[in-house]
């Protein structure tokens, strides 16, 4: 493993107030056995953890599990050349040598996911040597075991089996250990989370941004659903339905952040956090996914920005005709989600293109905004509920909750009767209530539906590459939708530092 498994970087926020959680401390040469002195030293350790999710949510996730399915595509401009990595992706044409491959995609979701991993576990080791009130000290092991397990759930998802580091790598010698299996990786996930659920505050009792006790909840039933084990993730989630502490909101646009406003609302269960400024912590996914070439003046009534430039090169995460058509008739979703904008410079006959209008929100400054992004929202608890209690032989009770999700979309209730129509309509729910989210590739994953959705589309794309955003001069490759796999080959450039994969 690289460096970053090493060293716990000091770079961390302070535990005040929301503006203050994402204030960064500058780094210093303390070494952890210098730091770790006082209440406030985890607080600090704890909110550097936090940081890379910053990092994987606008660079990664919408890469790995979003364009890698059939709801959205990567467009082309032959004026600007190619742009290996993200088409890979795209394009499920991600090449395998000797179970690995240099896409800079993979390996830096990798590393970040490593780097929460070296950063919690740094305080896991650490807190029981320190006394300090007890209350705060439940809380700050309950975040750390939290953002553990999410981490090691991205690397399980992304690459089944994967080195299980659970101590501080005390140096290099120590970084390179062998892959646990899927099942062993797994069984940590859950045993961490186990662990941070009665540590965890509710909902109402922590510092919004923080991962609390129905954070942990939603994520392990998550987990059990992937692991199929329906009983055990219904009694893990149904105390956060009862718990008053979620809600979803009004309108289904008014369950995502502003620019700064409508943060940590009813609807969230747990966010990334933002901040629009020259702190760092800005958010541009709208600008990584907005379709390219684009000129000022036709992003700037989507973004209202006051210095707006021109978005040039390929791009980028634009919405397939595919999902466009799963909207059902009234869906209210469907506007809330997706709009249109004119490319004039576009090489295509049509130049008019979908983009994500769900988080396009107005802001100040050109490629800065701080639009917080959901992990998990009420509505997927709702549809979480639905597909444990169908999975069960439940399906009347499955749909009450379906049709709570489907009501504020301004839909019908659902007319799936039985356990094998009602595991449709919910599969096809999520994908429209998730949209963008950043999970259509893991729920096509683990229903095991890659061959039965993924080979349609590479042939309606190879069939009709214009209805996809190819230009007249441009047509897909040879290799496209060539690697099907269930998980993505490991990063060469981190085989390179071990032996054992």
């Given at each position: 493993?690289?460096?970053?498994?090493?060293?716990?970087?000091?770079?961390?926020?302070?535990?005040?107030?929301c503006e203050d959680f994402l204030t960064v401390i500058p780094e210093t040469e303390l070494t952890s056995n210098t730091f770790f002195k006082?209440?406030?030293?985890?607080?600090?350790?704890?909110?550097?953890?936090?940081?890379?999710?910053?990092?994987?949510?606008?660079?990664r996730s919408w890469l790995l599990s979003e364009m890698h399915s059939d709801n959205t595509y990567y467009g082309r401009n032959p004026n600007f050349g190619a742009v290996d990595p993200q088409e890979d992706l795209a394009d499920f044409s991600v090449l395998v040598s000797n179970g690995t491959n240099p896409n800079t995609h993979l390996l830096n979701q990798w590393r970040q996911d490593y780097l929460i991993i070296a950063r919690t576990n740094q305080v896991l080791a650490l807190i029981d040597g320190v006394e300090f009130d007890a209350a705060a000290k439940a809380n700050v092991?309950?975040?750390?075991?939290f953002l553990r397990a999410y981490a090691y759930f991205e690397l399980a998802r992304y690459w089944g089996s994967v080195p299980l580091h659970l101590t501080p790598v005390p140096g290099r010698d120590a970084a390179a250990l062998p892959l646990s299996t899927e099942d062993e990786v797994y069984a940590q996930i859950i045993k961490d989370l186990l662990e941070a659920i009665p540590l965890l505050p509710k909902r109402s009792a922590q510092q919004l941004g923080r991962a609390t006790e129905g954070a942990a909840r939603t994520l392990l039933a998550n987990v059990y659903i992937n692991r199929k084990q329906w009983a055990e993730a219904e009694e893990i989630l149904a105390p956060v339905i009862s718990s008053g502490e979620y809600s979803l909101m009004g309108s289904y646009?008014?369950?995502?952040?502003?620019?700064?406003?409508?943060?940590?609302?009813?609807?969230?269960?747990?966010?990334?956090?933002?901040?629009?400024?020259?702190?760092?912590?800005?958010?541009?996914?709208?600008?990584?996914?907005?379709?390219?070439?684009?000129?000022?003046?036709?992003?700037?009534?989507?973004?209202?920005?006051?210095?707006t430039q021109n978005l040039?090169?390929?791009?980028?995460?634009?919405?397939?005709?595919?999902?466009?058509?799963?909207?059902?008739?009234?869906?209210?979703?469907?506007?809330?989600?997706?709009?249109?904008?004119?490319?004039?410079?576009?090489?295509?006959?049509?130049k008019n293109y979908p983009y994500i209008k769900k988080f396009a929100k107005k802001h100040s400054q050109h490629g800065n905004t701080g639009t917080n992004f959901?992990?998990?929202?009420?509505?997927?608890?709702?549809?979480?509920?639905?597909e444990i209690l169908n999975e069960q032989g439940k399906s009347s009770e499955a749909a009450t909750y379906l049709n709570q999700v489907r009501a504020r979309a301004g839909l019908?209730?659902?007319?799936?009767?039985?356990?094998?129509?009602?595991?449709?309509?919910?599969?096809?729910?999520?994908?429209?209530?998730?949209?963008?989210?950043?999970k259509r590739w893991f729920d096509i994953q683990r229903t095991d539906r890659i061959q039965e959705i993924i080979v349609p589309l590479g042939q309606r794309i190879v069939a009709d590459p214009a209805a996809y955003?190819?230009?007249?001069?441009?047509?897909?490759?040879?290799?496209?939708?060539?690697?099907?796999?269930?998980?993505?080959?490991?990063?060469?450039?981190?085989?390179?530092?071990?032996?054992?994969?």
């Open positions: 493993m690289k460096k970053y498994i090493i060293a716990l970087s000091m770079a961390s926020v302070l535990l005040t107030s006082t209440q406030t030293d985890f607080e600090q350790a704890v909110n550097a953890a936090y940081t890379p999710l910053r990092a994987i949510t606008t660079e092991r309950g975040q750390a075991l646009e008014m369950a995502f952040s502003d620019n700064a406003s409508n943060k940590n609302n009813a609807e969230s269960v747990f966010e990334v956090q933002y901040l629009e400024g020259a702190a760092g912590f800005q958010n541009d996914i709208i600008y990584r996914m907005m379709p390219r070439p684009l000129l000022a003046a036709e992003l700037k009534p989507i973004t209202g920005t006051s210095n040039d090169g390929e791009g980028n995460n634009i919405p397939t005709p595919d999902i466009i058509a799963a909207y059902e008739a009234g869906d209210t979703r469907k506007d809330a989600s997706i709009a249109w904008v004119f490319l004039s410079s576009s090489e295509r006959i049509d959901h992990i998990y929202r009420y509505a997927e608890v709702l549809l979480f509920m639905a019908a209730a659902t007319t799936a009767t039985g356990q094998a129509d009602m595991r449709e309509a919910i599969f096809k729910e999520r994908r429209v209530e998730l949209a963008f989210e950043n955003y190819y230009p007249p001069r441009a047509e897909p490759r040879p290799n496209v939708f060539t690697n099907l796999d269930k998980f993505y080959p490991y990063p060469a450039a981190e085989s390179d530092l071990s032996p054992y994969f």
